[in-house]
């Protein structure tokens, strides 16, 4: 039984900062990839970080877009997933997803993530200017 419960999002003005929340059941975060993906109204779904201890502990991959302003972190005792997001962007609204993908590393958003096959219900960002 996988189950992973996003929350966190809201209204926030243009600079601010949010951070949002996986929570991962009925599987350990040792053997899973927890990915953040978005999506916006009238564009495709972006692979936005992710994080795996699978190979090395702490793998994280950023897309160019995010990079620099938000941070994907972990603690494993509350086998929960967080993403930091600062100095946020208008073009950064979307909902956002968690999913989890079985024994994959962190790159593997960018390369293959079809990969990423268990899935949140997502939690809905609005950046205001």
């Known amino acids: 039984d996988v189950q992973l419960q996003a929350s966190g999002g809201g209204l926030v003005q243009a600079g601010g900062s949010l951070r949002l929340s996986c929570v991962a059941s009925?599987?350990?975060?040792?053997?899973?990839?927890i990915g953040w993906f978005r999506q916006a109204p009238g564009k495709e779904r972006e692979g936005v970080s992710c994080?795996?201890?699978?190979?090395?502990?702490?793998?994280?991959y950023y897309a160019d877009s995010v990079k620099g302003r938000f941070t994907i972190s972990r603690d494993k005792a509350k086998n929960t997933v967080y993403l930091q997001m600062n100095s946020l962007e208008v073009e950064d609204t979307a909902v956002y997803y968690c999913?989890?993908?079985?024994?994959?590393?962190?790159?593997?958003?960018?390369?293959?993530?079809?990969?990423?096959?268990?899935w949140g219900q997502g939690t809905e960002v609005t950046v205001s200017s």
């Open positions: 999913a989890a993908g079985w024994g994959l590393i962190a790159r593997a958003m960018h390369v293959m993530p079809s990969q990423f096959d268990d």
């Open positions: 994080i795996s201890d699978v190979e090395v502990p702490g793998d994280t």
């Open positions: 009925g599987f350990s975060l040792d053997n899973y990839a």
